[in-house]
């Protein structure tokens, strides 16, 4: 039968935050299914533990249609060193 036709109108996004501090050029690297909201939570203290006492501004996204693509992308990026400082450097 497969899976509800609304879930797969579902889209996920892998998201870069920058600390919105510039000082302090700290990255945190996610994804979710609402940009808008997460970006709240991480502000308000509710995110990541890491994400928790700063204010964050989203500097990247990347689309996609699947939970996982999108969590194997998040992985790939917090992984990759270069690619984080290339997305902190583009969006200086």
Known sequence: MGP??????MNY???????ANKDNNITYVGYTNNLKRRLQLHNAGKGAKFTRGRRWK?????KYSTKNEAKSREYYIKKNRKLRNLIKKDNE
């Open 4 to 9: 509800p036709k609304y879930l797969s109108l």
């Open 13 to 19: 996004y892998v998201y870069v935050l920058r600390n």
């Open 58 to 62: 989203i500097i990247y996204t990347e």
